[in-house]
């Protein structure tokens, strides 16, 4: 049954009326974002006072950005070379077991991305196919792994292999992932235990990569994070404003990627932040998470991405600036549409399509028949879909 | 058949002829008019002629073209690294059953995902001067193939592994002269491209 076009068509309607008003409120909430930024840039201490203030009283979980060192409202370029680099980057992909196919299964597929700059050698691909099956789809409640269990093992696996590769990968300088740097989903894993550990794990690969000097960041495409415009709204703040921050938004709609997009030009990148967040607990001294902002894009068309760096990385100028270099070469190859080249490479390495997924599934079927055991059917559900769908 | 070079995987077949993909790292071995054959299981085997090699694009190829300053590393990359499809068009021209060649269509296609393997030329020479270049009027049949390129690059190959003084050139020039005497315009096309063989 196809959507209700009618209804549709009416709430079309209201967003056409709505969107002019919307239009002006969001403008000048842009507009005083950017005189907030000008007008605080050279208040680096004051503005980190006060989110500390914040972060031991109000609000420890609160998340925006804190100023380091750098001016918050200039862009910095980076003119290094970035001949003889190794860069390494990684992605995974996965499949959820799905309880209305005859064969309950799950994959977790992660790939490594190897490039030498300036060898005119094709880069080296390594790719981790893990099929789950039997008990292994099974969380420690007892429960069928979700979404959530598959994309914590698969975040596992990605990180393991970026520390392998790196390990195996002599004079590796910089180590990318697509997103954030911090490991996510706690809520969304069934067992809090396995996300303790999966942690654990990854602070510890931290720490080693930390040991072999290598620069590691994530790139997170098109952010759609307000950490810069959260601090100016912390700044702008009253004492007793400050007691119910969650629900102090006089900036609402702004982002990080529009207010930088206004002050970086094509290359540059913005000052190094600090990351106030929950996890800051867990990522501590020289894993705590830094970040900035850099446009990728050209002169008149600023695409903006945010890169996560730990603190090892940001306190080292010369390993930012060779991350700043590398990332604009490789975002300059995909032309209009900027995306790290490498990155791609992973993602297209470690995606499993439908296709796949099927003759992978057709295999795990007849492996079961000769070894004697009848799949089941899959349900009525799935059979309809696929009917209705053909 | 001793020399087994290996070109490509059978991607879709028919009687008629099949569509091979490769590497492109393989792409140095298969060349345009050249002989191949396809296992058919039971000692039998089908053989056809490289008539089109495509290589296609896709979205990451598009976008790298208007790229500048693309390193020899990307290159590589997506030369040898990336599922680049290279596709070789092969026009079925005869098979082979228990030893004897015949210059008629196999009984059944190959099947996908079979190997196609090159022909060497001691293949080459086996092919051609079984029976007598019956195979020409497979080419013949299409008015898709390119023909005058496709045959002048084939009796070029054949030629250079009959080491026979131009006999067999000679033989192979004659047959298409017979064929083609209804099509005047067809056949100058076709002499004209031949006199380009030293």
Redesign the interface.
Known sequence: MPANLEQIYAALQAVSKGVKGQTAALKAAQDSALGLLRASAARTEPLRAKVEAVARGSDPNVRCAVPVSEQIDLGYQSEISTEGQTLIAVDGSQVTPDRHEEALFGLINVAAVIMRTGSGRAPDIVVDTTLLFGQDLYAGDASLMSEGDIALLRDAAERRILLRQARGNHGTSIALADGPLELWGAKDVSDPGAFEKALDEYLEGLRLMESMGLTVAGYVDKPGADLVVRLLEIDQASADELKMLRSLHPLRGVSDRWLYSQILSAGERSAIFAMQSKSRARYTDALAIHFFYVNVGSEGHAVIARVEIPRWVANRSASVEALHSTLLEQCNLLGARPYPYILHRAHETAKIGLDEKEQIKLKLLLELRAAGVEPEPPSGKSSAKQVSEN | MDEQIEVGRLLRTATTGFVAGCRVNQLVAPAFGALVRAPLGAGCHVYGLIHDIHIADDG?VR??V?????????L??N????IVPVELSVLAVGHEQDGQILHLLPPRPPLSLDVLFLCNERDLVRFTSSGRLGYFRHLLRSDELPLAELVTAHIRMAHAAHRDGGRWKEQAIQEIISLMRDDHAGLMSVLGALSEIP
Do not use: P
Not at chain 2, 79 to 82: D, G, L, V
């Open positions: 990451l976008q790298l208007t790229a500048e300053g693309v390193s020899d590393e990307v590589l990359d030369r040898e690294r990336r």
